[in-house]
Structures are given as C-alpha cells and as structure tokens.
C-alpha cells in the first residue's frame, strides 16, 4: 500500500518507519505524499503515532538533496508546502507523537522530530539543520518549531552555523527530551512509548488539546485548561485513576 513507509498497528499506538535505506530515508515529494495519505488514513481512528527510520543509520538524513538540487523556486515552494502541510498535522494529531531517533536526523528530519510532542534519541545520534551549508534555509517548519522549542537565541545558532549536536548536546538544550543508550534502543524507547499509551486517551487528548494552544493571555490560558481539566470528570478514566490510586493498584483505563 506505501512503497516508502512502514505502518505498524500496535494496540496502543501505531508505527510509521520511513523506509528508503539505500538515501538514509531522505524525504522526497512521494515520501511526504505518502506521509500525508497515511495521516488521512489513520486520521478516523487516531492512536498514539511513532516516527522512525528504516536501519540501523539514519531517522531520516533530510529532505532528498538530489530531487531538489534542480528544481525551479516554483517546484521548491510546492515541496515546501507539501512539507509543511504533513508536519502540520503531525502537529496537531489529536494524541501524542513520538519521533523515535534512531540515527542521524538531520535537516527534514530534524523537522520532522520537532513537529512531534516527544523526541527520544539513541545516545549515538546526530541531529541538526545543517540546510545552510547547501545554500538554502529549513523549508518544513524548522525555522518556526525550532524557535519554539529551543527559542530563538540558540535556533539562530544552529540554522546560521549547520552545526549538527550529539545527543547529549540536544538533550542538554531540550531540543531532545530523552537519550538512551544504542544498546537495545528500539527495546528501550517502545517501552516507554507503551507506558504512554498505557495512560489512557482521554486525559492525553486533553492535555495536547491545551498545551497545543498558543494563548494570546494567560487569562485565555487558564480558562481553556480549566474547561479541560472539569470536561475529565466526566470520564470513567478519571473515576478509575483515582480509585486505582486509593486502592493501591494499577489503573486500567478504558478510554472512556
Ligand atoms: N538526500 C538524498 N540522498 C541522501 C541524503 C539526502 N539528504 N542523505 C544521504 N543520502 C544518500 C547519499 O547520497 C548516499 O547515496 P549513494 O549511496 O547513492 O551515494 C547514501 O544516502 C548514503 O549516504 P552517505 O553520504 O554515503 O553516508 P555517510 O555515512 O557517509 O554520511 C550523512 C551520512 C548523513 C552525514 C550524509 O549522508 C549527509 O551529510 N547527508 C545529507 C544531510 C543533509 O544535509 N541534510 C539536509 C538536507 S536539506
């Protein structure tokens, strides 16, 4: 059904594997098409979604230098679009997403990190936006999500320089917000991506639904947490995680 993608469906999330090994899994306009489809496709049924890269080498190596290196600024632009307009909707997936980095993500794919909610990177990779030492800036969002997530003084540092980071030196800025070791890396990070899962929809929803929104005022801000916060007290999960609590036990959540 996909010619460069993976789509593997767990019970509590589902895995995305972008998978062209032989260009590090680079990013061309079929990959992102494909990217998109599938986010309409999972769409009617949102789960948990988990981003990685096929091998042992790379998340994804960037967008595909050779597809581009000709295009017209027209061609360039619809690229860009086609981009953003995935990363966007990884953005605002109504459940958590999870970049699961693998190896180097560099470029589009340090994007396509940044658009997740998580980023959890194997000790032994690289990742950065190293676009300017091919002549061109990031065109997926990174400009816009760097800065966000980084603020402005260091995302200027790296998009200026291309500098890429180990992965302590992007944990250290929050660029990242876990390291584990290359050692059983995959075994590791599913791990934690199944206790995410294992917390139930319905507080996750709510609170990517708050923290999502870019508040003009604080006042806006409280209010739309508060509305989220009492909407769950009309939730079982809500009943069953406090109960749990009480009771000494492990909640079992039932997403409703
Ligand atoms: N676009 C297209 N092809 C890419 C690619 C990209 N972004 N990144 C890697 N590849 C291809 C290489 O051209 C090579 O293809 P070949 O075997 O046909 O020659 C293959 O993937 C393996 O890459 P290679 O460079 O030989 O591996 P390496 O281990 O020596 O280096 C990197 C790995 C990631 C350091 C290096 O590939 C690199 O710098 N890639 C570009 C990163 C980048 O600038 N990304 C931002 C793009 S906007």
């Given at each position: 059904m996909y010619e460069h993608l993976k789509v593997e469906k767990e019970d509590l999330f589902t895995v995305i594997t972008i998978n062209r090994p032989g260009q590090l899994n680079a990013l061309n306009l079929e990959v992102l098409e494909?990217?998109?489809?599938?986010?309409?496709?999972?769409?009617?049924?949102?789960?948990?979604?988990?981003?990685?890269?096929?091998?042992?080498?790379?998340?994804?190596?960037?967008?595909?230098?050779?597809?581009?290196?000709?295009?017209?600024?027209?061609?360039?632009?619809?690229?860009?679009?086609?981009?953003?307009?995935?990363?966007?909707?990884?953005?605002?997936?109504?459940?958590?997403?999870?970049?699961?980095?693998?190896?180097?993500?560099?470029?589009?794919?340090?994007?396509?990190?940044?658009?997740?909610?998580?980023?959890?990177?194997?000790?032994?990779?690289?990742?950065?936006?190293?676009?300017?030492?091919?002549?061109?800036?990031?065109?997926?969002?990174?400009?816009h999500f760097l800065k966000k997530i980084i603020g402005e003084a260091r995302a200027k540092e790296l998009i200026m320089t291309g500098k890429t980071l180990k992965a302590r030196e992007a944990e250290k800025i929050g660029l990242v917000q876990t390291v584990l070791p290359d050692e059983n890396f995959n075994e590791e990070a599913f791990k934690q991506v199944q206790e995410l899962g294992s917390?139930?929809?319905?507080?996750?929803?709510?609170?990517?639904?708050?923290?999502?929104?870019?508040?003009?005022?604080?006042?806006s801000g409280l209010e739309k947490e508060r509305t989220f916060f009492a909407e769950l007290f009309t939730t079982q999960d809500q009943t069953e995680g406090m109960t749990a609590f009480l009771e000494k036990r492990k909640p079992r959540f039932k997403n409703k």
């Amino acid at each position: 059904m996909y010619e460069h993608l993976k789509v593997e469906k767990e019970d509590l999330f589902t895995v995305i594997t972008i998978n062209r090994p032989g260009q590090l899994n680079a990013l061309n306009l079929e990959v992102l098409e494909e990217l998109n489809r599938v986010l309409e496709e999972e769409g009617k049924d949102p789960s948990i979604l988990v981003f990685t890269g096929e091998g042992e080498k790379a998340f994804v190596a960037g967008a595909d230098i050779a597809a581009m290196k000709d295009m017209t600024p027209l061609e360039a632009e619809k690229l860009s679009q086609a981009g953003q307009v995935v990363f966007h909707k990884i953005y605002q997936w109504p459940l958590p997403t999870v970049a699961l980095i693998n190896g180097y993500a560099l470029g589009g794919g340090c994007e396509l990190a940044l658009a997740c909610d998580l980023r959890v990177i194997k000790e032994g990779a690289l990742i950065g936006q190293p676009e300017i030492t091919l002549g061109i800036i990031p065109g997926f969002g990174g400009t816009h999500f760097l800065k966000k997530i980084i603020g402005e003084a260091r995302a200027k540092e790296l998009i200026m320089t291309g500098k890429t980071l180990k992965a302590r030196e992007a944990e250290k800025i929050g660029l990242v917000q876990t390291v584990l070791p290359d050692e059983n890396f995959n075994e590791e990070a599913f791990k934690q991506v199944q206790e995410l899962g294992s917390r139930g929809s319905k507080a996750l929803r709510a609170a990517k639904m708050v923290l999502n929104d870019n508040h003009e005022d604080v006042k806006s801000g409280l209010e739309k947490e508060r509305t989220f916060f009492a909407e769950l007290f009309t939730t079982q999960d809500q009943t069953e995680g406090m109960t749990a609590f009480l009771e000494k036990r492990k909640p079992r959540f039932k997403n409703k």
